[in-house]
């Protein structure tokens, strides 16, 4: 089981020689080019350590959205959800999203591909914009874990409008999701 979305192939080798893709001027980004290409050079370090970073990332977020994880026990402690392989595939089901935000540029028409999954997925929980705004602290958090020294403002502003951006983006195609269809039950005999 997994996740197969497409998203056009990335040279993470020219990340690292400091060649970030130039932006295309007629495609519309959930991020600027500035941040686009800040939060893509700092993904190179978190994604070393993706599990790690979902986890922080998920972990410290677990007692302000415990509600939203009803496949949980919600009296179940961290330590226990730790070892638990629902979370983990949640776990690493964020940072591929996040894998292939990146992947795709930020791209606001292959980010709407990306979110039309999760909002299918995530209907049910009747999602608020204010639901997305614990991301971008503990987010925050993260980066000065992972970053230690290298994190400045500047990055932590790049990854605040990159969630903002996957957050309108979500609300956008969660608005778009059609309540599930019931049949009517219809009794063969008669």
């Known amino acids: 089981m997994g996740i197969r979305l497409s998203c056009r192939q990335y040279n993470w080798n020219k990340v690292s020689q400091g060649r970030i893709l130039p932006s295309i001027t007629s495609k519309a980004f959930i991020i600027d080019r500035h941040d686009r290409s800040v939060v893509v050079k ?10 790690e970073c979902g986890e922080a990332i998920l972990f410290k977020l677990y007692p302000a959205t415990r509600q939203f994880f009803t ?50 997925s995530h209907k049910h929980l009747n999602l608020i914009p204010d639901h997305f705004e614990v991301f971008p602290p503990v987010v925050e958090r993260t980066l000065k874990e992972v970053l230690k020294n290298e994190c400045d403002n500047s990055i932590i502003q790049a990854w605040t409008n990159f969630f903002k951006g996957i957050s309108k983006v979500m609300m956008e195609e969660l608005s778009n999701v059609k309540s599930p269809q019931f049949c009517d039950i219809v009794d063969l005999e008669n």
């Open 42 to 51: 700092t993904w190179q370090q978190m994604c070393r350590k993706q599990s």
């Open 71 to 120: 496949i949980f026990d919600a009296d179940e402690s961290i330590e226990d959800l730790k070892c638990t392989p629902h979370f983990k595939t949640h776990v690493n089901r964020f940072m591929a999203y996040i894998q292939l935000f990146v992947e795709c540029h930020f791209d606001v028409r292959e980010c709407q591909k990306l979110m039309s999954v999760l909002a299918v």
